[in-house]
């Protein structure tokens, strides 16, 4: 959820609930689970049910998102599809405060693992095929982090990351593990090519020109989907 686009008076209370350690989820479960659901029937119609890949989440915080993904694939019964989690669980990085016309500070949006592992417990989720991968993204986004886990295909990528230096590092994470198409949503999208993961977004194109876009629709309050494919030779 981008800051800047709620009114001061509300940023407050979020903030104070969070330090709290109050569950506030900014995206409901009725708006992002029929996205989800929709995002794996179309991976599944278009290169089938054999080929598809995990899913990737940058930005974890509280475990919302990843929950919601969790109960869609049990609907699904994709049984075999893994959820990795990549967060500092420490918030927001220094770095923050200087990126995106300031809307960001450091620390915000702070969720400690043990607090965020104990709110996927409490949700059902299966530890066995979900993994929270915790620190920096430039000590975590690693081809040994690909290599431990033995990834080999991204299918679904939530980029949460807000910030655009967090936003791009994930997605040049990703560009070995889009092996044909897969569904990337952005969650703090705003409509505005020089901020945060649009800007980054616009850059990932860019500099992969083996890569396409296609929009595949939005969600309340700041969600964008595109779905990434390879270009036909």
């Not at 609930?17 to 119609?45: C, G, H, Q």
């Not at 679904?156 to 889009?178: E, N, R």
């Not at 800007?199 to 779905?227: H, M």
Request: glycine share 6%; charged share 30%; net charge negative.
């Amino acid at each position: 959820m981008v800051r800047g686009l709620l009114p001061e008076s509300a940023n407050k209370k979020i903030e104070k609930l969070t330090m709290d350690n109050v569950f506030i989820p900014l995206v409901s479960s009725a708006e992002i689970e029929p996205k989800y659901n929709r995002a794996w029937k179309y991976i599944i119609e278009r290169i089938g049910h054999d080929a598809k890949g995990d899913y990737l989440e940058f930005g974890v915080s509280h475990g919302s998102s990843l929950s919601c993904m969790h109960r869609v694939l049990k609907e699904l019964k994709l049984n075999d599809v893994r959820l990795f989690g990549f967060d500092s669980f420490e918030g927001m990085p220094e770095s923050a405060a200087n990126e995106d016309g300031g809307v960001w500070k450091p620390g915000q949006f702070a969720s400690p693992i043990e607090f965020t592992r104990k709110l996927l417990t409490d949700r059902g989720v299966d530890w066995s095929r979900t993994f929270l991968i915790k620190g920096w993204f430039n000590e975590t986004l690693t081809p040994e982090t690909v290599k431990k886990h033995s990834i080999t295909k991204a299918s679904v990528i939530m980029i949460d990351c807000d910030i655009y230096s967090s936003s791009k590092a994930a997605l040049t994470f990703c560009v070995p593990l889009i092996k044909d198409l897969a569904i990337v949503f952005f969650d703090d999208w705003k409509d505005d090519k020089d901020f945060g993961e649009y800007k980054a977004f616009e850059e990932f194109l860019k500099e992969n020109p083996q890569f396409e876009s296609e929009p595949f629709g939005d969600y309340a309050p700041t969600g964008k989907i595109f779905v990434v494919s390879k270009k036909a030779k």
